[in-house]
């Protein structure tokens, strides 16, 4: 299994290459400093344009908002936005993403469904007066290396994922982009913002910004009453906020990236780096764990 995704990933890396062109590869890239931070928010939830939105503005941040239709988007504007709304961040020069019409989970059984899911979104942003989406967010953070090739089709330029496989769901954590290392469809979530989080957790996750590596944060509603369980509140995520701004952390939305990355390139095995990192957090843990032992 692991050389046949070798050899695909090996043939989806130059095809990324070819369909991008020389130009992206010439484009001088600005050097990644410390203390940048992607800022993302998941699922079209209210609270994204109610409360994010002011508070973002004020702080001149930029970030990513992932647009899926699924849930109870369709009918429940209480907790979702209206396209209207979804514009209106598009107007305030946020980045509209692309989370799949229905929230679908990507695995090997639903890749083949992953085009028509994509070309949803895009078209309800054109009727909606925005670009088509470049950046994309995993749905439920699952993904699978089948459907890499979809989205570069579907012109998705950098794709976010959770902190998984590398570190457990429930704990919220992650690890910070590598670019280079890291495939751009791949991108790993540093911070996954959860009820229980404090500015300590904020902390942790922004602190891996440093010596090339990029620190992308996942929120979800803020607050969240659909999904209690990512649930983020108001004045928590004003806290983080504050902080951030406080502490001079440059806050960037996902297409961003392209000032510093160049997306053409991607590592030939897109799960080399995930494997690395797990044999390094195992490890450390086995260490810590024998370190512990009277």
Not at 109 to 119: G, I, P
Request: net charge neutral.
């Amino acid at each position: 299994m692991r050389s046949f995704l070798r050899r695909f990933a090996g043939f989806f890396a130059v095809s990324v290459l070819v369909s991008v062109g020389f130009s992206s590869r010439a484009r001088a890239l600005e050097p990644v400093p410390d203390k940048l931070v992607v800022l993302t928010f998941d699922d079209s939830v209210a609270s994204h344009h109610s409360v994010a939105r002011p508070v973002l503005k004020r702080y001149g941040f930029g970030a990513t908002f992932f647009i899926t239709e699924g849930f109870s988007f369709r009918t429940n504007k209480q907790d979702y936005m209206t396209w209207s709304q979804i514009a209106e961040l598009h107007q305030d020069g946020f980045e509209i993403g692309n989370h799949t019409r229905d929230h679908l989970a990507i695995t090997a059984a639903t890749a083949s469904k992953l085009a028509e899911q994509l070309e949803a979104i895009d078209a309800s942003c054109r009727e909606s007066g925005i670009p088509r989406p470049v950046s994309f967010a995993w749905p439920g953070n699952a993904f699978h290396v089948s459907a890499l090739p979809g989205l570069q089709q579907s012109g998705i330029r950098f794709a976010r994922r959770g902190g998984e496989p590398e570190v457990p769901y429930e704990k919220g954590g992650g690890s910070a982009y590598e670019p280079g290392r890291d495939h751009p469809l791949l991108v790993p979530t540093a911070g996954d913002a959860r009820p229980d989080w404090t500015l300590e957790n904020l902390k942790r996750a922004a602190a891996m910004a440093k010596d090339g590596r990029i620190a992308v944060l996942q929120f979800h509603g803020v607050p969240d009453r659909d999904h209690p369980w990512v649930n983020t509140p108001r004045e928590r995520f004003e806290e983080y906020m504050a902080w951030l701004h406080a502490e001079g952390y440059k806050v960037i939305a996902m297409r961003d990236l392209s000032r510093y990355v160049d997306p053409a390139k991607a590592p030939t095995d897109p799960l080399e780096t995930i494997e690395r990192r797990k044999r390094e957090i195992a490890e450390k843990a086995e260490k810590a764990g024998a370190e512990a032992k009277p």
